[in-house]
């Protein structure tokens, strides 16, 4: 089995690589943090982690941070990508390495509310995930139209039609 998850490590100042003021699950708040998503792997042989990617937020490949990039020698080719985009490429590079034969797939309520990257996942994995206590569950596909916000004309937000099992 594959397991994927991102630890948060609450940091103080702002010099290690790609800390910045976000989310921190560990802190329970918005703290000077970093993360690093990871891939782990399971089987009656034993356990342990694979591989894994620091996620360096946006602000640090600005041109305001070129300097703390370079002293902390952060490859200059580097591009941004999500947690969720980090988490799927480990992912993808693992079962594509074909060392670690696995049909399933376990993460948390982050990876498991995003429909999106459930839908990117290998064809190959089964995956089991939390879900947010808010995710509405159905036993068979309810109608469901896109909403808009106000303040943007372009559909967001999927919801399910009123009457709607």
Do not use: H
């Not at 509310?113 to 290998?122: E, G, K, R, V």
């Not at 808010?134 to 106000?150: H, I, M, N, Q």
């Amino acid at each position: 089995m594959i397991n994927v998850g991102w630890p948060e490590f609450i940091k103080k100042g702002k010099e290690s690589v790609g800390v910045a003021r976000q989310y921190c699950g560990a802190a329970g708040k918005v703290d000077t943090a970093n993360w690093r998503p990871w891939v782990g792997y399971s089987s009656e042989k034993g356990y342990g982690l694979l591989t894994g990617r620091l996620y360096m937020p946006k602000i640090w490949l600005t041109d305001e941070y070129t300097k703390r990039r370079k002293d902390n020698w952060v490859p200059e080719d580097l591009v941004f990508q999500t947690k969720l985009q980090i988490a799927l490429d480990l992912i993808n590079k693992t079962v594509e390495s074909n060392l670690f034969p696995a049909k399933w797939l376990g993460c948390d309520a982050t990876f498991g509310s995003d429909l999106n990257f459930l839908q990117s996942l290998p064809e190959s994995l089964y995956y089991f995930a939390s879900i947010r206590p808010d995710t509405y569950v159905f036993s068979k596909k309810p109608k469901s139209r896109f909403t808009l916000y106000e303040e943007n004309p372009y559909p967001k937000i999927l919801r399910v039609l009123p009457g709607e099992p």
